[in-house]
Structures are given as C-alpha cells and as structure tokens.
C-alpha cells in the first residue's frame, strides 16, 4: 500500500514538546535566588494534576534546584556576583545587581552575570571608567556595595 493512503497517528501532527533549555555554565544563585526557584519548585509539585506544560517546568526548576551553587556576594569594593553597583551610563545614573540567570529582571534592576553590562561591571571599583558597547569610558563607575 501507498505510504500516501496510510493512516497517521494524531500525535504525529501535534508540536513536538521540547524541554526548556538549561542556561550553560555554573548556576551561581543568591540567597534571594536560591528561594524563588524553592518557591517555584514548590507551587509546581503542589498542583494536583499537572499538565504537560507545568510537569517540563518542574524538570527545569528541579534541575536548576540540584544544580543551584548559592554565592555570597563580594566582600571589597570590587564588583562581583551578588554585588548592587551604581553608575553612570549616558549620562544617566542606573544602580542594579550582579544575579543568576533565573533571578534576573532587568526592569527591577537584576541583571544576569552573563548580561554584557554585568559583565563589563565584574572586578570593577568605585571610580572606574570602562569600556561598553565600542566606547572607551562609557560607564563611570559610582559605587559598589
């Protein structure tokens, strides 16, 4: 029989369902992170039948859970994971601070240690002038804490 003339399952024609991806590199967490994804863990297993969508949210949290590497932030004036910098961008004072990939909310002021702008801040101190996005001087740094 032709291959055109044969029935096809109905799960052949739904969306594949693929796992949320696992951000690369270490998952560096504060204490702060460390709770929202306990949170998230603990509202997904509280759900009394849980669909598809919910039940791959859990493997992601779970694994982000087993894997959470919970960092203190820096002591110094140097910035690092965990750190709040204020500086001056453009002519504009912003302040945010150094977190891990699911903490982060660039609207509340949580920028990703992977973010370029996190990462141009790392190691910086109070009075520094940095390079960003192909300008030298382009951040001056106002403090760190």
């Known amino acids: 029989m032709s291959v055109a003339f044969r029935r096809e399952s109905d799960d052949e024609h739904l969306e594949p369902k693929f796992e949320l991806p696992i951000p690369p590199g270490p998952n560096l967490v504060t ?32 694994q982000r859970l087993a ?13 690092g994971f965990g750190s709040r ?13 150094i977190v891990g990939e699911d903490e982060a909310d660039p609207h509340a002021g949580l920028l990703a240690l992977s973010a370029p702008l996190a990462q141009a801040l790392i190691g910086a101190g109070e009075g520094d002038r940095l390079a960003f996005g192909g300008r030298p001087e382009a951040i001056e740094v106002l403090r760190v804490g």
């Open 85 to 97: 910098v204020a500086f001056r961008l453009n002519g504009a004072e912003r302040e945010i601070q």
């Open 31 to 62: 204490a702060r992170g460390l709770a929202l994804i306990e949170e998230k863990v603990a509202a997904l297993e509280a759900l009394p039948e849980p669909g598809e969508p919910q039940k791959r949210d859990l493997r992601y949290w779970r």
């Open 67 to 79: 894997t959470a590497q919970l960092t203190p932030a820096p002591e110094g004036d140097e910035a």
